[in-house]
């Protein structure tokens, strides 16, 4: 089946960061079809408001379809513009906005760039530090550090450990380490000595064969590394090391970085901060 | 003026990145309300829901006023249970879905994780790529590969390079090189020599003195770095550089990381392609 296509604005006064990920969880839940996607961030005064008006009517009379348009825009004046235009608008404030309004007796504030403003310089200092902490705790450096870490990632190579690590640091503000498993240490199912002391801090990462083959193989083409055999032997033991310590642990194969993190913050207890 | 207190309730059959993205993005234009968030990912089943109803209506006989609710569940009973409680709930798909259905007349597939799961197997590879390039080419390491950088940002110490150039490789996949100035490229005004062939990528940060202070005393108290002085000097210089060789440049002290990075994307045409 030929997927047909159809076009979808982001709009936003700032960044369109919102509008994107709204739009995008909504959209996902529809098969066959090909976005086409036209981001529009900084969209704050009415004469840019008609030349992106005139291109949805474009699009429109192109396609045969008007474009959907997800919307964050706060200007009432911006937003009638494009409401004029020949497209299915869908307004995230102005659709939730009046009932919380009304929910909390006051009225809104109006102000673009709130949600990913710099608001708290506090929380801006403790996101910098997270960042630094995850960049200079990354594949095993400085483990007598490891004390100071919220939470200490352990797996074989390429199972994941520093995506995910960043992720936390960059979004939730974790000092997030990680601590590679080697085949050195296969020798035995004791935890490497390092590790011992902080045992209620770590958190396994783990994948299937032929995911780890397929990624290693990227790294290294044909290589006793990316073999099947050496992914499995690797991913056994990692598995049988982790019930043994009573490690909790994931299987990563089929989930995002996004879904890993959130995952592992729920399991530990972590308190989550949006930062994003 | 002292704050009340109301809670919030992120509800979400998988990671309540988008129920918290929505929720965040509408409370933060409510002045005055100290917000007590109850975050409940992986919300998935009848029995967990009756739980969290319960949470709900303690919450509620508190405060005396009833949570706000933020819902990205897609499961019916589980999302009726939580009706059931005393809250108001803003459910986001409920409120979206059936006029996007209307609009490209094909019913939603109901199926939880879409929007932050691994679809893309490709688009996983380069978004790992572009991580792995922005470790491997932060503050200045390996310029000979600049050429393969899709974005290279400029400033000395402490304009936030680093987290910036994470952030495009992790939401946007852009493989993200920085390069810091120091103070011994102060005797001139000319390009340090491995920047001048890759002029066309180079975009600077800069910031005011006073955050420029605040942010190197975090890392160096008293030192000369940290000075007054001497973060005006490297400032006013780099400025000045930035205009004399004609790079776009950008003051970040108002804005955080997400805004830098749209703001980079949109200003250099780069294409932004949503993972999150």
């Known amino acids: 089946m030929t997927k047909h296509q159809r076009t979808v604005f982001y709009l936003s006064d700032r960044t369109g960061i919102t509008a994107e990920t709204l739009g995008h969880s909504l959209l996902t839940q529809f098969d066959g079809i090909q976005w086409e996607i036209i981001s529009v961030p900084f969209l704050d005064d009415i004469e840019k408001a008609k030349v992106v008006s005139v291109q949805i009517n474009q699009v429109a009379d192109r396609e045969g379809n008007r474009p959907l348009v997800f919307s964050t825009l706060l200007n009432p004046e911006v937003l009638e513009v494009i409401k004029q235009s020949n497209c299915r608008i869908f307004d995230f404030f102005e659709t939730f906005i009046c009932p919380i309004e009304e929910e909390l007796h006051q009225p809104f504030a109006r102000m673009a760039g709130r949600s990913h403003g710099l608001q708290h310089h506090l929380s801006y200092f403790k996101r910098i530090a997270a960042i630094n902490y995850v960049l200079a705790h990354d594949d095993g450096v400085s483990p007598k550090q490891f004390a100071e870490a919220d939470i200490i990632l352990v797996g074989i190579s390429r199972s994941g450990k520093t995506p995910t690590c960043l992720y936390l640091g960059l979004q939730y503000g974790i000092a997030a380490a990680n601590y590679p498993l080697t085949p050195d240490d296969m020798h035995t ?38 073999s099947l055999v050496q992914c499995e032997k690797e991913i056994r033991w990692q598995e049988s090391l982790f019930h043994e310590c009573n490690i909790p642990y994931l299987d990563t194969t089929h989930i995002s970085i996004e879904e890993i993190s959130a995952i592992i913050l729920t399991r530990r207890g972590l308190r989550r901060q949006l930062y994003g």
Do not use: C, D, M, W
């Open 189 to 226: 199912k004791a935890l490497p000595p390092v590790l011992v002391n902080v045992k209620n801090k770590l958190f396994g990462l783990t994948l299937n064969v032929a995911q780890l083959h397929s990624i290693r193989s990227e790294r290294r083409p044909n290589s006793q590394y990316a």
